[in-house]
């Protein structure tokens, strides 16, 4: 499909229709069943799930909360690789007023009311990830009980700092006078799937777990600021003084990396790896250069910041996995500037070059990482519409940013790559790098498309014109390039009240004739967002995660109150006694054969 050359429609399969209701549905001639739901075991052991009496040594054993990424790797000398492999789930973050009974929201922006000790630790294990074992078996996927594998990490799992800001004073705690010791990684969006056979999990909105009050004249002032700590949306620090800025001004620099993990290794422990930089981090999808050097491509997922990648400064070595175990701790991060011309430029972030110096206040590299986003303010960095998934195309090399809305943006500020003021939902930015190279300096972009409803002029959608009314859709958010190089797009923020659908699956073309051309494949039930797109190396099976089932919709002034006793689904248990629950979903093409063909 790299030269364009392609027999018969890129996306032959039937478009399902573009609606919301409590239930997920799927294009005709697939099937999408549940593999795996909270609560449900991942630990030998682990107790059955029963939310009327809510236990954290339970819930540490079973399956977390919110499931967003998923990565997918093939079980080494499995007989059939594409159907035996462990699945990694990060586990973003948690909704008190959908898990636990008697809870509402005191409002959107204060912690809930009602919080014990026990139901913040349920929270604290809820969030992290898993490993799953998974196998299919006569055509329907399972997860292999008792796996070795098996494995919960969550917000007290005992991590390591590694590179450059590892052990820098910054970072340093009572708990941990080194600097290169943390538990836990919190709000994990999505990831990525290292060459080696490792899992690159992110941290996105660390601020919101952080209260209380810096000390007076406190040096970490505007390093906070800039990354909106604190937050305060849950109550945590009640609990557990590392996460009240009182007490431990620090502990917040020790969130917002990137976590490398190594699912087929329980024993070694996670990294974060602070050469990739701190920041809001969506995700870190990779691909090897022409040289053989990693490069991994990362947005931050705030209104006005940026797209970075890093560059590692050694090769991969495929034949050798464990000369690449700390390839990630040594690099170049860079941050993109888009200009008019349709040409664009990664700057580089090194302390001592250009404006990152003592002058401004970096003192050495770790400064640089610790504060990410101040130093690519200073260095001119184009500032996004919210920049979440950013994935390459192995065939080609280029790379699909998607930028899921902003509604901040004026009209005196749009710019060429963030064209639309008031964004409400969202575009496409598609990146050539220079002689296909992603290791490249520089690169040529343009806008894939932008999103939103095309019969209605305002909007300024530019989906193709045979694109048809199911075939739109706003706010892009996750994606993911299947093995014929055909892009998958997962949306966050489509609702009834905002484009008459429900959030989803859709296939994006993107050569050719149809370039532009968008067509609904999945749609999840009432109140979720669409997380997690991953396909098995043969393009067999589709794995898709549904996060926050029932959620009530916080863009919309007159929706109901969603909670336990009355959450917008029941999905997928439709039992009266349970409230909804994020689950895995894998989808496979009936008879069998590659999925949306
Ligand atoms: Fe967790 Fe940017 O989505
Ligand atoms: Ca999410
Ligand atoms: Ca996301
Ligand atoms: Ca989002």
């Known amino acids: 499909a790299a030269d364009g050359v392609r027999a018969g429609p890129v996306f032959p399969f039937a478009e399902l229709p573009a609606g919301c209701d409590e239930r997920h549905h799927v294009a005709a001639g697939h099937d999408a069943e549940i593999l795996i739901r909270w609560g449900d075991p991942v630990l030998p052991g682990a107790p059955a799930f029963d939310p009327h009496a809510p236990s954290a040594a339970a819930q540490a054993m079973q399956f977390g909360y919110n499931n967003d990424f998923l990565g997918y790797f093939p079980m080494p000398g499995a007989a059939d690789p594409a159907g035996h492999g462990l699945l990694v789930v990060n586990h973003e973050y948690t909704n008190e007023e959908l898990m636990f009974p008697g809870l509402g929201?005191?409002?959107?922006?204060?912690?809930?009311?009602?919080?014990?000790r026990e139901l913040v630790d349920v929270e604290m294990a809820a969030h992290g990830g898993s490993v799953i074992e998974v196998r299919r078996v006569d055509g329907r996927w399972r997860v292999v009980p008792g796996s070795p594998y098996a494995r919960r990490i969550t917000a007290t799992t005992p991590m390591v700092m590694t590179g450059p800001a590892a052990g820098s004073a910054r970072l340093r705690t009572a708990a941990d006078p080194e600097g290169?010791?943390?538990?836990?990684?919190?709000?994990?969006?999505?990831?990525?799937?290292?060459?080696?056979?490792?899992?690159?999990?992110?941290?996105?909105?660390?601020?919101?777990?952080?209260?209380?009050?810096?000390?007076?004249?406190?040096?970490?002032?505007?390093?906070?600021?800039?990354?909106?700590?604190?937050?305060?949306?849950?109550?945590?620090?009640?609990?557990?003084p590392r996460f009240d800025l009182a007490r431990e001004p620090n502990e917040p620099n020790r969130f917002g990396w990137v976590v490398e993990i190594d699912p087929?290794?329980?024993?070694?422990?996670?990294?974060?790896?602070?050469?990739?930089?701190?920041?809001?981090?969506?995700?870190?999808?990779?691909?090897?250069?022409?040289?053989?050097?990693?490069?991994?491509?990362?947005?931050?997922?705030?209104?006005?910041?940026y797209v970075y990648r890093f560059v590692t400064r050694d090769r991969v070595d495929p034949a050798d996995r464990s000369a690449s175990r700390d390839i990630l701790d040594r690099g170049t991060l860079a941050v993109a500037r888009f200009d008019a011309d349709g040409r664009g430029t990664w700057l580089p972030l090194v302390f001592g070059e250009g404006p990152l110096t003592p002058d401004n206040g970096f003192s050495d590299e770790a400064d640089v990482l610790i504060e990410t986003r101040r130093a690519a303010d200073l260095l001119g960095a184009t500032r996004m519409d919210r920049p979440e998934d950013v994935e390459a195309d192995p065939r080609t090399g280029k790379v699909y940013v998607m930028l899921t809305n902003n509604v901040r943006r004026r009209p005196d500020a749009v710019d060429a790559a963030n064209p639309r003021p008031d964004n409400r939902f969202g575009h496409i930015v598609e990146i050539s790098p220079d002689g296909g190279d992603v290791a490249a300096a520089g690169f040529a972009w343009e806008v894939l498309v932008r999103c939103g409803d095309p019969a209605v002029a305002a909007v300024g959608a530019t989906f193709s014109s045979a694109t048809?009314?199911?075939?739109?859709?706003?706010?892009?958010?996750?994606?993911?390039?299947?093995?014929?190089?055909?892009?998958?797009?997962?949306?966050?923020?489509?609702?009834?009240?905002?484009?008459?659908?429900?959030?989803?699956?859709?296939?994006?073309?993107?050569?050719?004739?149809?370039?532009?051309?968008?067509?609904h494949f999945f749609q999840v039930p009432a109140g979720a967002e669409m997380c997690g797109p991953c396909f098995t190396p043969d393009d067999t099976t589709f794995f898709v995660a549904v996060q926050h089932p029932g959620e009530a919709d916080e863009e919309d002034p007159n929706a109901a109150p969603a909670t336990f006793a009355q959450p917008a689904t029941r999905w997928p248990d439709f039992d009266p006694a349970l409230p909804p629950r994020p689950a895995v979903v894998a989808i496979t093409r009936r008879g069998g054969g590659r999925v949306g063909t």
């Open 105 to 116: 929201r005191q409002d959107g922006r204060t912690a809930f009311a009602g919080m014990s």
């Open 180 to 240: 290169r010791h943390v538990l836990g990684m919190i709000n994990n969006c999505a990831g990525g799937v290292t060459p080696w056979g490792t899992w690159l999990t992110c941290e996105e909105n660390i601020n919101y777990y952080f209260e209380g009050r810096l000390p007076e004249g406190s040096p970490e002032a505007r390093n906070h600021k800039r990354l909106g700590v604190p937050a305060g949306l849950y109550g945590w620090g009640r609990f557990h």
């Open 264 to 305: 087929f290794d329980p024993a070694w422990v996670p990294r974060k790896r602070t050469a990739m930089g701190r920041f809001k981090h969506e995700g870190a999808a990779g691909l090897l250069a022409p040289d053989g050097r990693y490069v991994v491509f990362q947005g931050d997922d705030e209104r006005f910041d």
């Open 468 to 519: 048809t009314r199911d075939g739109w859709f706003g706010m892009p958010d996750n994606c993911a390039v299947d093995g014929q190089g055909r892009l998958w797009v997962a949306t966050d923020g489509n609702a009834p009240g905002r484009t008459g659908r429900a959030d989803g699956i859709w296939a994006l073309e993107t050569e050719g004739a149809g370039r532009g051309t968008g067509k």
